[in-house]
């Protein structure tokens, strides 16, 4: 439901009182002007630096009314027995927390019912003092939509060629969801004068520093793809099904996402960067530290307002790395933050759970330990992946792939990788190719994670065996079978161990 149409319930309604949360204001009140035209009712604005304005005065201003006080008052000398009049306050958060101005909205709005006259605050954010709370309905102003989209990017490129058909088209407006009216005009624009036609590329650039300016979220905008990556066959498979193009029909079903548990270096972050690039999809990489703050209430303010920017950025991937390191402390909250870790994680669990948004979360974990079991109850992701060390065939593959990267001799001997990760692999052959030495040489500079950390990899293999879904080979992930054999849960004949 339109903006317009919303108010114009709740003025009929005689809500008297309505905040409006946009970040267009100029969009905002164009659409309240049409309404109040349309249906014949008074309009004044007042913002601080223009003062009072009215619809049929268009242009002019009252300078008599410059204080936001007198702004309120103003409002009983324009009423209208035979129309409502509606007063737009544009900012208004800057000033409503005054008592003069509580008091004084208190009672325009009370009056109001009676000379139906309405205040409308309009502001980027939705800031009620606690004495106003009950007097005051909200309404958002969304964000432009596909449809919107389509219209700016056709209304800019005017030419032949300069607005691109069919797929192209439709990933230019993915990518550009999210953005604000300005924000698409401007990217639409630069891209005309940059390529001579929109290009998606330019798009995601400006998309990526509207997010770093929220310093909650980044754009990842690499250039890897599921071919950077050896093995992981099963859980490629997995996601690529998942997040195929879907019909009308089979809409309503949406995928969640994946819970990736692995050993540091078996490839879980690699997965997440290239899985937005293999489906189509911007991926959004959410760092759990940057959601805390430092004044009561701010972090579960950061975490909401993070997840309704994702929200807007659909379809999209949203990358959380080593989810366990920001979630670890919501056991001993109350004692240690005064319960700040747990709310925020309440917060993100009811968004994987209850979120509409065609958003696919990837989490990566490497202590299962840490994490909170509700976390990793069913229907909070699609499936809970295990990344083992790589098998032979796997490590080949990698081998292929890091060796041609780095311009490397593909006839040199390979050092012995038994207990090898995707990354050990890499790191040897870039100190091969940095020192310019055989790879059997730059293999003494590196020392495996399941080495030096042969414990924790055990125990991980332990809890992950009979619990995790293999990425490698379809079923479950069975610890010490082997490689090529085709994971499968093993049961007993006693029902009780099952």
Request: hydrophobic share 40%; proline share 4%; with cysteine.
């Amino acid at each position: 439901m339109l903006l317009n149409e919303r108010l114009a319930e709740n003025v009929r309604a005689c809500f008297t009182g309505i905040w409006i949360q946009s970040h267009e204001h100029d969009e905002a009140l164009l659409e309240i002007t049409r309404l109040c035209h349309g249906e014949d009712w008074g309009l004044l604005s007042w913002d601080i630096d223009r003062g009072l304005q009215g619809t049929e005065v268009l242009g002019e201003s009252d300078s008599s009314y410059p204080d936001p006080l007198a702004a309120i008052h103003s409002l009983n000398s324009q009423t209208n027995p035979d129309r409502p009049t509606l007063l737009v306050l544009k900012n208004f958060h800057r000033f409503i927390n005054s008592p003069e101005i509580i008091q004084a909205l208190t009672q325009q709005i009370s009056l109001g019912k009676q000379t139906r006259t309405f205040v409308i605050v309009l502001s980027s954010l939705v800031q009620i003092p606690t004495e106003l709370e009950k007097l005051f309905v909200c309404l958002e102003h969304d964000l432009p939509d596909r449809s919107q989209l389509e219209e700016i990017a056709r209304s800019i490129a005017m030419e032949t060629g300069e607005l691109p058909e069919g797929p192209e088209l439709e990933r230019v407006l993915d990518a550009a969801c999210g953005l604000t009216r300005y924000e698409a005009e401007g990217a639409f624009s630069l891209s005309l004068v940059r390529h001579g036609r929109i290009d998606v590329s330019v798009v995601l650039e400006l998309k990526a520093q509207t997010l770093l300016k929220s310093g909650l979220l980044t754009l990842h905008s690499g250039s890897e793809s599921f071919g950077d990556l050896g093995g992981l066959e099963s859980l490629k498979a997995f996601c690529r099904r998942a997040l195929r193009p879907r019909t009308q029909e089979s809409s309503a079903v949406r995928p969640r996402g994946v819970l990736l548990l692995g050993v540091p270096g078996t490839g879980k972050s690699a997965f997440a960067k290239a899985l937005g690039r293999e489906t189509g999809r911007a991926t959004l990489t959410l760092d759990v530290g940057a959601l805390m703050g430092a004044l009561v209430g701010q972090t579960e303010e950061r975490t909401r307002r993070a997840l309704r920017i994702v929200d807007a950025m659909q379809p999209a991937v949203l990358f959380i790395d080593e989810v366990e390191k920001g979630l670890s402390g919501a056991s001993s909250s109350g004692q240690s933050d005064s319960g700040v870790s747990t709310r925020m994680l309440g917060t993100l669990l009811s968004w994987l759970n209850d979120h509409t948004s065609d958003v696919f979360v990837v989490c990566t974990a490497n202590d299962i330990s840490k994490l909170p079991p509700e976390l990793i109850r069913a229907e909070r992701f699609d499936g809970l992946f295990f990344l083992d060390l790589p098998g032979d065939s796997q490590k080949q593959a990698i081998w292929n792939i890091y060796r041609a990267q780095y311009d490397l001799m593909e006839n040199q001997q390979l050092p012995e990788d038994r207990h090898w990760t995707g990354s050990e692999i890499r790191a040897c052959c870039r100190l091969a190719a940095l020192l310019d030495v055989p790879l059997t040489q730059a293999a003494e500079n590196v020392v495996p994670v399941a080495i030096t950390a042969a414990e924790s990899v055990a125990r991980l293999r332990r809890w992950a065996s009979n619990r995790c879904l293999s990425a490698e080979q379809p079923g479950v992930f069975v610890h010490g079978e082997r490689s090529g054999a085709r994971a499968q849960r093993k049961l007993s004949r006693d029902p009780r161990r099952n």
